[in-house]
């Protein structure tokens, strides 16, 4: 198989879910019970077979530097590649013509420079971390090579209404899956759509050239400047993916992409791959504990969390503990938070290490759940 | 040699655990599951790391497979070390021949060179099939106060038990001044935990000497112990009032399971400060179903519940299907319970099938014996199981119930 190393943009699309990284980068945002959103974009990469991975970050990454650490976790601690964090560029003389760090994934990549440049693989595979997926990075790349293409964009074919368009990027291509314009943010699209998954393979000497040009010529749009101004004399791609995936662009979204991991068949899709799991930080919680008298009904569960209430449709994360009589319906609660007695919460998303005090009443209403910042006493 | 550790530990994890019957038929005891995430091994290997002790060789001899590939390089106790760290020491040929571990003392025998490396001035001796939560360091701290030459940890047990025991008896200092294994008529109820610290020298000493002696057995128990004691070493006995289980039998196996649950467990593994570790499977959080379920259990990672779960136990991958019933029993990794079969009062061991309908054991009010299932049964639909049963994958296929 042709050697591949792997770029993850940690940040790129953070504004889109200020509640949930205002305190982090994207890729650090918690999902699904036990994962943070970067650990899908890892995971299908080192089941590709993929030892080096570059994670390009811009601001907020304690938490992402946190969850990473050597990389062990994903059998990336290697002496030889593996997991390498590219934090941004800034120093006190040489930053004349960025007073600020990068907005772009153009800008983002000028971090990767050296990563890029000094790495052997014949290919980058490229990833942003907003999306969930568990896809076959071995087939892209297979298909990348034996279609010749310059870049190969992995798309999905979905319906989309104007509102969820808004914060895609949509890919329109001829019969032959050629890529012939891409569209950032499309204000009136809706229908079958293939949207793109921020997911792209090319020659990493292709990407180098980029980043040259990028640099030398000020380019800003990854979209505009690379995409649409070669796309007759390039070949861009489409790698039609077929699985289950989810866009993380609003807070609505993350509420119901969690949502849908209650259902066997995106689990299966998700997780249920033998040789695609998905890996993340190991933290040697105790196993989830239930008390006498609990009743937990169609809800993920993660370890570490003690249960003596009632959860219904939700997600709980892992060390949070649920008192006697309190009802969580429809709920996602994340890590080492602590709900107390007779507590009432409905469609409330609380982030980590809330502390819900006995008897409170929270609720929210599914299209607009009740967002709790991190660590707050209610 | 460029640098040395204070204490080595050996952990003893060879042994057949023969009285594990189908549990062991595969694997060895230490590597058997328990308390939902965990193998038995993790408790002592976990005990060191979090007692600072960084250097453990583990004496593997029966059914290896499993338990290496399960220690691995030691990552998930943070035992990979640069020097030090998890070493697997399995019987090995030399010059003079090639010999099997006759004996607990014997197997450290066999390994003085291992433990040499290291120059340490205390050794640990450990064994792989006790569960418990034990801070190593106060003991060494004991040892060095006492000036023994050798420290036994006791635990206080009924006298009724005692004679199932190593009994010790020691003076108000906590002097060790007899010693008998498994005494009919017990004189104290201070039972040997299996876990010694030595000073190094005295040891080498008396292993060489044991090793000479014609007809030893070759045993810490029977001959190292009491041949010290009788030479008026220093002997003394630390006494540890913690929770501490040997589970070498399928009742005790069961029963420390069981210890796990509840409120106010009688062993509470869920401490911030004492993380026991494990090695991860990847699997997604558990998932309950809409007609699940589940009360006074611990469940882990990758299980879906949609059946009833209550009192139990479930390792990782275990799924209960609808209508399925589980009550008062060990279910281990990857194990299926397909619709409304019954699982009572049993452990069933990795990656067994219970069959549609099937029942396996009674209740546990009405049974006497726990039931057991070994690793990899297939169990067809509407089968029986019997209480009391204790059935290998083999046992089922042949259809001996």
């Not at chain 1, 990389?71 to 990336?76: A, E, Q, R, V, Y």
């Not at chain 2, 009032?241 to 409120?263: F, R």
């Not at chain 2, 067994?352 to 049964?377: C, P, R, S, W, Y």
Request: glycine fraction near 8%; charge should be negative.
């Amino acid at each position: 198989m042709a050697t591949a190393a792997g770029l993850i943009f940690s940040n790129i699309h953070d504004r889109n879910v200020p509640e949930l990284t205002g305190k982090r980068s994207m890729a650090s945002v918690p999902f699904g019970g036990r994962y943070r959103l970067v650990d899908f974009a890892l995971s299908n990469m080192v089941n590709a077979n993929i030892t080096k991975v570059g994670i390009i970050t811009h601001y907020n990454y304690q938490s992402l530097v946190d969850h990473l650490g050597t990389g062990k976790d994903w059998d990336l601690a290697r002496s030889t590649g593996g997991l390498k964090i590219l934090p941004p560029q800034i120093t006190t003389f040489d930053n004349a013509g960025t007073k600020t760090v990068f907005s772009s994934r153009l800008d983002a990549l000028m971090n990767a420079y050296n990563f890029v440049s000094k790495s052997t693989e014949e290919y980058i595979v490229l990833s942003d971390c907003d999306i969930v997926c568990n896809i076959d990075l071995k087939d892209v790349i297979k298909f990348h090579v034996d279609n010749g293409a310059d870049i190969t964009l992995v798309t999905k074919n979905v319906y989309m209404t104007k509102e969820n368009a808004k914060n895609c990027t949509i890919v329109e291509s001829d019969d032959n899956g050629r890529v012939t314009n891409l569209v950032d943010n499309p204000a009136s699209m809706e229908g079958m759509l293939d949207v793109c998954l921020n997911i792209f393979v090319l020659r990493r000497e292709y990407l180098n050239r980029i980043i040259i040009d990028t640099l030398s010529r000020g380019y800003k749009s990854f979209t505009k400047d690379i995409i649409a101004a070669n796309k007759d004399n390039m070949k861009f791609m489409k790698y039609e993916y077929a699985g289950y995936f989810a866009t993380i662009n609003t807070l609505d979204g993350y509420f119901k992409s969690s949502m849908d991991l209650l259902s066997a068949e995106v689990r299966d899709c998700v997780f249920g791959v033998k040789s695609r799991p998905v890996y993340t930080k190991v933290k040697n919680s105790a196993p989830a504990k239930y008390m006498e008298g609990a009743s937990v009904k169609n809800s993920l569960i993660a370890d570490g969390c003690v249960i003596e209430g009632v959860v219904e449709n939700s997600i709980l994360f892992r060390g949070v503990h649920v008192g006697k009589g309190t009802v969580i319906k429809n709920c996602i609660i994340m890590q080492d938070s602590t709900v107390g007695k007779d507590v009432n919460l409905n469609c409330v998303i609380a982030d980590k290490n809330v502390v819900i005090k006995d008897g409170r009443n929270l609720s929210g209403h599914e299209t607009h759940p009740f967002s709790l910042a991190k660590g707050p006493v209610i | 040699m460029f640098k040395k550790k204070e204490c080595v530990a050996m952990l003893l994890a060879g042994g057949q655990g023969s009285r594990l019957y189908a549990l062991t038929e595969f694997t060895a005891k230490p590597a058997v599951s328990f308390g939902s995430k965990y193998r038995i091994i993790d408790f002592p290997l976990s005990n060191c790391i979090n007692s600072n002790i960084d250097t453990v060789g583990v004496l593997t001899q029966y059914q290896p497979l499993q338990l290496n590939e399960y220690i691995g390089n030691g990552q998930p106790w943070d035992l990979d070390r640069t020097f030090g760290g998890v070493t697997v020491l399995p019987p090995y040929q030399g010059k003079n021949g090639a010999d099997w571990y006759k004996g607990t003392a014997n197997a450290i025998y066999q390994n003085l060179k291992y433990i040499e490396r290291y120059d340490p001035e205390y050794v640990l001796i450990l064994s792989g099939d006790h569960i418990y939560k034990m801070d190593y360091a106060k003991m060494l701290q004991f040892h060095k106060k006492t000036g023994a030459a050798c420290t036994i940890s006791v635990l206080n047990v009924p006298i009724e038990e005692a004679s199932r025991f190593g009994i010790l008896s020691s003076d108000e200092n906590n002097k060790i001044f007899k010693f008998e294994e498994k005494p009919p008529k017990p004189q104290s109820t201070k039972a040997s935990m299996g876990i010694y610290i030595f000073n190094k020298d005295v040891l080498f000493k008396y292993l060489i000497e044991d090793e000479n002696t014609e007809g030893s057995s070759n045993d810490f128990g029977k001959n190292i112990i009491p041949t010290m004691l009788q030479r008026g070493e220093p002997m003394y006995a630390y006494e540890f009032d913690g929770y501490w289980k040997d589970v070498g039998t399928i009742k005790s196996l069961w029963e420390a399971n069981m210890d796990l649950l509840g409120k106010n467990p009688e062993f509470d593994i869920d401490d911030d400060n004492w993380r026991f570790r494990s090695r991860n499977v990847a699997a997604a959080p558990q998932f309950i179903g809409e007609n699940a379920v589940v009360e006074n259990s611990i469940i882990t990672e990758g299980c879906v519940i949609n059946g009833t779960v209550i009192n139990s136990v479930l390792s990782a991958n275990v799924t209960v299907e609808e209508g399925a019933v589980v009550k008062d029993s060990v279910i281990m990794q990857g194990t299926t319970v397909k619709k409304n079969a019954s699982v009572l009062y049993s452990i069933i061991d990795e990656e067994a099938i219970v069959g549609e309908g099937a029942v396996v054991g009674n209740d546990k009010e009405k049974a006497k014996e726990v039931t057991v299932l070994g690793m990899g049964a297939v169990l067809p639909a509407g089968t029986k199981i019997d209480e009391g049963k204790i059935l290998s994958a083999e046992d089922v296929k042949g259809g001996n119930k």
